[in-house]
């Protein structure tokens, strides 16, 4: 049976988060996490969104526009290992939650896709911009070329947090080359240690 890790990762969302929240969204693609992130944020939250192809935006913009939520989100034409430098250090260690969903645009050129590199950067960007407590969800499509590649790596980046104590993980679906699969990765406040 196959998981819907898309309503799997809203669950894990729901249960966490709040509205007047602090949300990003990393890989913003036809803004479906968007729209949700601007839901639960409410009128007091803010959606930071962020994504390297500009019909990507435009997908997102319009997604918001028909829902009546793009006054609660800032949209960002740039990578996502970008989005702690580009949202500036006053973010640093305030956000709730950031979202990723790592591959390619469904229906777009598949060239243009995340990269194991960029990907390792943002998740370095993304850990920075949490609050303790805060999340990244983590989807993980590797049917491309690199895919493979790239979801090794944050698996081993995912391990590397959950080893040293930082992070609480959760996992969902198959890890291998053919399936996706999705983790939530809880920062624990300093001192917290492993439950």
Request: net charge negative; proline share 3%.
């Amino acid at each position: 049976m196959k998981i819907n890790l898309a309503a799997f990762a809203h669950g894990f969302a729901r249960e966490r988060l709040r509205a007047g929240g602090f949300f990003v969204d990393a890989t913003a693609g036809n803004g479906h996490d968007t729209e949700f992130l601007a839901e639960i944020a409410g009128t007091a939250g803010r959606v930071d969104a962020f994504d390297v192809q500009p019909e990507a935006l435009e997908a997102t913009r319009e997604r918001l526009e028909r829902s009546g939520l793009s006054g609660r989100v800032s949209l960002h034409l740039c990578g996502h290992e970008n989005m702690a430098e580009r949202l500036g250090s006053a973010r640093l260690g305030t956000a709730d939650a950031v979202f990723f969903n790592l591959g390619y645009l469904p229906r777009s050129d598949r060239r243009v896709k995340t990269r194991a590199e960029t990907t390792l950067r943002a998740l370095d960007a993304a850990w920075a911009l949490l609050a303790p407590g805060g999340f990244i969800s983590l989807t993980v499509y590797a049917r491309h070329e690199g895919g493979f590649e790239e979801s090794a790596q944050v698996d081993a980046w995912l391990e590397k947090m959950r080893g040293n104590g930082d992070a609480e993980l959760f996992l969902c679906g198959a890890h291998n080359p053919v399936e996706p699969w999705w983790a939530g990765v809880v920062k624990r406040a300093r001192g917290a240690g492993p439950a």
